[in-house]
């Protein structure tokens, strides 16, 4: 299989740094979504988060909306929240029956134990349950700054191990990374990954605008860097939290910097801010830099 062929936007080079951008949103997110959907490219992925306490017929309802918008759904797994077998299959069978969903991304999840017998995404992977739904191509998540409970190399012979089991069950492999603030850990991950030879289509972790103290809020709870010297690179000052932020600078050192280097990469926006804020952001980066909406 061609990964490109399995996963959208990925069949020619991006006219801008933006071009070919995924989404990430929850369920109550499907309205403001449907008010956003003229704007947006068609086939864009949109993920669907797996949230604690979230009635699943709430992500299968969104992943329908999303289908029938025009886009592209891609909803999470979240390893240790799925109490059973049965919630795992039933809810995979209904995504892809329902929405034509053909794409998944899988998580451990924040829970320190399993809620049902799933401890970690391999875990997942290794039922079969995602080939034999027809599922095409799966999305698995990147640390460049590290993950809490493992190591440098843990992380990276988890995700190699990963890429190859999902490559051996003849589905394609796509990684998302966490958001950061800081170019050049993203870009040197970038960099390392493709000196480890795994050249999957990576999708890079950018905040949508958002107040100050929101970005810093989310940045604690994912353990995402933010030093002084970080936001620094970023556009915002730690002596003053009073106002909201763009990722102007970010994605501005990814368009001047991104090269053969690093391989097929593209930008997954994180609207922390909301999705109108995300989109309309995008919108004027792109008008700003050459390229329609």
Request: glycine share 10%.
């Amino acid at each position: 299989m061609t990964p490109h062929l399995l996963h959208p936007n990925w069949d020619r080079a991006p006219a801008t740094v933006t071009e070919g951008f995924s989404l990430e949103i929850t369920a109550r997110d499907i309205d403001g979504l449907r008010a956003a959907a003229p704007g947006m490219p068609p086939s864009t992925p949109v993920a669907i988060t797996f949230l604690p306490g979230e009635d699943p017929a709430a992500r299968i309802a969104a992943a329908v909306a999303v289908r029938e918008l025009g886009f592209e759904p891609m909803p999470h797994f979240s390893a240790r929240r799925i109490v059973s077998e049965d919630a795992f299959e039933d809810y995979l069978h209904a995504v892809v029956s329902q929405a034509g969903v053909r794409r998944c991304f899988i998580v451990a999840g924040d829970p320190p134990e399993p809620q049902g017998p799933y401890a970690d995404t391999m875990a997942l992977i290794a039922t079969g349950a995602f080939e034999r739904a027809g599922i095409r191509a799966i999305g698995i998540g990147g640390h460049p700054e590290g993950h809490p409970v493992m190591s440098r190399q843990q992380c990276w012979d988890v995700l190699q191990a990963k890429v190859d089991e999902i490559e051996r069950r003849c589905m394609a492999a796509l990684i998302v990374t966490q958001f950061g603030f800081d170019p050049d850990a993203l870009l040197g991950w970038l960099v390392d990954l493709r000196a480890r030879g795994i050249d999957v289509p990576v999708r890079i972790g950018i905040p949508g605008p958002a107040g100050i103290k929101t970005l810093l809020r989310y940045a604690a709870r994912c353990g995402v860097g933010a030093s002084a010297s970080v936001m620094s690179k970023y556009g915002i000052s730690l002596t003053r939290l009073i106002g909201t932020a763009g990722p102007d600078r970010l994605v501005d050192a990814f368009a001047s910097r991104l090269d053969q280097r690093h391989g097929k990469t593209r930008l997954h926006f994180y609207p922390f801010g909301g999705l109108a804020q995300t989109l309309d952001w995008i919108a004027d980066y792109e008008k700003e830099h050459g390229a329609s909406a």
